[in-house]
């Protein structure tokens, strides 16, 4: 149950920022805008402990466009606040981004070399990198660019993914300690079913969770 789930994250969590080694801003959205009222919506049906599967659905009255954007810029908080909570202990421990056996190389652009980095440094440039697309007026804000948009999405399902596959492998003893293990779970579940509906996550790319993302797919009667 996810009941209460984004009061609780906010008064146990965020508090946390201030002091954690990952620091961005958070991600707001325009209170005049649709996002606004979709992030709300979305808001209400977490407190009010709403199918999952509705909640990731487009409505009919939904423009795609803002309904995936707003949909990333909230699990994006989401994930930047639970990444952040064990982000002083992997700084400590983690000498290599990965999930497991699977590394993590870090690339800034499809040209770029890729390079080894820190697990804690690969978040850093993830976050920012995200943080950058967001607030990027061409791509997040400009429907006209419709195609650049869904790409950039998509290399931010695959870095989101990748934290929480990394926290998933190395850092379950500090999410247990934290007590904050059924709300990483609903946060993970809620980014997986909306990246699965919208096409936004490439099957390769979930293999270090695939025993989790089955046990989902089975709760939900979905077709890996």
């Not at 993914?161 to 946060?187: C, G, N, P, W």
Request: charged content about 25%; overall charge positive; some cysteine.
């Amino acid at each position: 149950a996810h009941n209460g789930w984004r009061g609780y994250m906010d008064r146990k969590l965020w508090r946390r920022k201030r002091t954690a080694t990952i620091v961005v801003n958070k991600c707001k959205h325009n209170t005049d805008s649709p996002r606004f009222e979709i992030h709300k919506r979305t808001q209400n049906q977490l407190k009010s402990n709403t199918n999952m599967m509705e909640m990731v659905k487009l409505l009919p009255e939904d423009n795609p466009y803002d309904f995936i954007a707003a949909n990333t810029v909230d699990i994006f908080n989401r994930t930047y606040l639970l990444f952040s909570s064990v982000s002083d202990f992997c700084n400590e421990t983690c000498k290599t981004m990965c999930a497991g056996p699977t590394e993590y190389l870090w690339r800034d652009n499809e040209k770029s070399k890729p390079v080894t980095l820190p697990a804690v440094q690969y978040a850093i440039n993830s976050m920012q990198w995200i943080q950058s697309a967001i607030d990027n007026p061409v791509v997040f804000h400009d429907e006209k660019n419709i195609k650049e948009f869904i790409n950039t999405v998509r290399i931010i399902f695959a870095r989101l993914f990748r934290l929480y596959a990394h926290v998933y492998y190395h850092h379950m003893d500090k999410i247990r300690e934290l007590d904050v293990q059924a709300h990483l779970d609903t946060s993970f579940k809620h980014m997986f079913l909306f990246a699965h509906e919208h096409h936004l996550l490439e099957k390769k790319e979930t293999k270090p969770l695939a025993g989790l993302i089955d046990s989902i797919c089975v709760e939900y009667k979905l077709k890996r």
